[in-house]
């Protein structure tokens, strides 16, 4: 895995930002002699966020120096410590992984905003309307994150994302949604200049003049209809808007492109605009929005 040196350290100083932030809100002054504590669990957030982005493959140990551009004798306590609480296990052939404990306190987090359980009625409904694939995508910084899908009917399904993918905001039609409608041409700009949204969309293959024809197609149109990253597939998605006209979420759905063209194009818009209200509310009802 390659980073840049600039990507690199972006991703140790935003780690040690949102750590001091965390401590700030639970009303924790970070003091001189917590700084030592305060980088620790920074330069841990940048481990557990290289091994995130290698998923299953794991990485090395001297991949993990290379991403983080941290010392061997760091890394090797870093990961000492993160092994012996579970956050992190040593697989064979020398490779890490993220551990079962962050699994469970993933599954946690999400049972605790009820995203899930809240909205599976109106996503199970909307994928027995349409036949087709339907998610929902929520803003993680300058990414998007599926915190639920539902699978339809239709022999071919297309499965691009999992609950507890990331994906860079702009790319796919779900993460479009979102970035589409977010408040201000500058926002988008901040969120496409953010290096980790870089990073995110280069791996696709999606570059930036690409996502802005989608957001001002979708400005313009008032929904998302992307295709091109799976061949074949194609994206229709709305977003869900908080009263203050904030995306909240971005609902979904994922088929054959050939089965997003009029007139069934014009009837599944339909079946979305109809479930948006509904979620709207659901989300309303949730302490995380």
């Not at 840049?4 to 991703?11: I, V």
């Not at 993990?64 to 010392?71: D, E």
């Amino acid at each position: 895995m390659s980073f840049t040196e600039h990507q690199r350290g972006c991703r140790v100083k935003r780690s040690v930002a949102v750590s001091k932030m965390r401590a700030r809100k639970l009303g924790m002054a970070v003091a001189v002699g917590d700084r030592g504590v305060e980088q620790t669990f920074g330069r841990a957030s940048a481990v557990l966020d290289v091994l995130a982005e290698a998923r299953d493959s794991g990485l090395r140990f001297t991949d993990i120096v290379q991403a983080t551009s941290f010392s061997k004798a760091t890394v090797h306590r870093l990961l000492a410590g993160l092994t012996a609480h579970d956050f992190v296990e040593a697989g064979e052939e020398g490779r890490f992984f993220l551990g079962f404990r962050l699994a469970a306190w993933g599954g946690a987090a999400r049972d605790r905003h009820g995203i899930v359980e809240r909205t599976v009625p109106v996503l199970r409904t909307l994928a027995e309307r349409t036949g087709d694939t339907v998610y929902l995508s929520v803003q993680v910084g300058a990414l998007s994150l599926c915190v639920a899908r539902q699978e339809g009917t239709f022999p071919i399904r297309a499965l691009p994302l999992k609950p507890g993918d990331l994906n860079a905001l702009g790319v796919g039609s779900g993460s479009l949604g979102l970035l589409a409608f977010l408040g201000s041409d500058e926002e988008i700009d901040r969120v496409l200049a953010d290096p980790e949204n870089i990073q995110a969309r280069q791996r696709r293959g999606v570059d930036e003049g690409t996502i802005r024809r989608h957001v001002a197609a979708a400005r313009e149109s008032g929904y998302v209809l992307a295709g091109g990253l799976t061949p074949g597939m194609s994206g229709l998605s709305l977003p869900v808007l908080s009263r203050a006209g904030r995306p909240l979420a971005a609902v979904s759905i994922a088929t054959t492109s050939d089965r997003l063209l009029q007139p069934r194009l014009a009837e599944v818009l339909g079946f979305l605009r109809v479930a948006v209200p509904d979620l709207g509310y659901t989300l309303g009802e949730v302490p995380y929005f």
